[in-house]
């Protein structure tokens, strides 16, 4: 991948980061990116996706670990996100420079993660018990998801038909 090839990926803004009041900023840091904003929706209550839905769409990242799918899938569900599909040059590796490691406290100063980690095992500790599975020792809150390819992005984006356009009246 260069950096001058047009691409696509979608980032899903998480739960944790609504339940911290930090959706606003983590927005701002993806939007700031200089990317085109192509979609985006929020989906939460009955508009967001199902536990299913969301089994199916984290199981190529997680893999067969039951007690981790259904904790994730459970606290995606339960919302609220925001999805949104950025494009432009190296889109992919842009966002996920700026989103950081996967585990927040491997994540670098000055990405999503690594700014925002501070706090969050004390912020996040009423809805541990909520999401954790038996089975599943470090249920993890990490804020944001960014697409890991343009693959990933083709087929992540079809779970999202409810997104609507940025330029459309």
């Not at 260069?2 to 606003?24: A, N, Y």
């Not at 000055?110 to 909520?130: M, Q, S, V």
Request: proline content about 5%; charged content about 25%; overall charge positive.
């Amino acid at each position: 991948m260069t950096d001058g090839k047009e691409e696509s990926t979608l980032v899903i803004i998480k739960p944790d980061s609504f339940w911290r009041g930090l959706d606003r900023q983590v927005e701002s840091r993806i939007k700031n990116l200089g990317l085109r904003v192509v979609a985006e929706c929020t989906l939460a209550e009955g508009g967001n996706l199902p536990e299913e839905k969301w089994r199916e769409f984290y199981l190529p990242a997680i893999g067969d670990k039951p007690a981790v799918l259904k904790g994730t899938s459970k606290y995606m569900a339960c919302g609220p996100v925001k999805v949104i599909h950025l494009s432009g040059a190296g889109a992919v590796q842009k966002v996920r420079k700026m989103v950081g490691a996967t585990r927040p406290w491997q994540a670098d100063q000055g990405t999503i993660r690594g700014d925002f980690w501070a706090g969050a095992e004390e912020a996040n500790t009423p809805y541990r018990l909520k999401f954790q599975q038996p089975g599943d020792d470090q249920f993890l809150f990490n804020m944001i998801h960014a697409s890991d390819s343009e693959k990933s992005f083709a087929r992540e984006i079809l779970f999202f038909d409810k997104l609507k356009t940025s330029n459309a009246p």
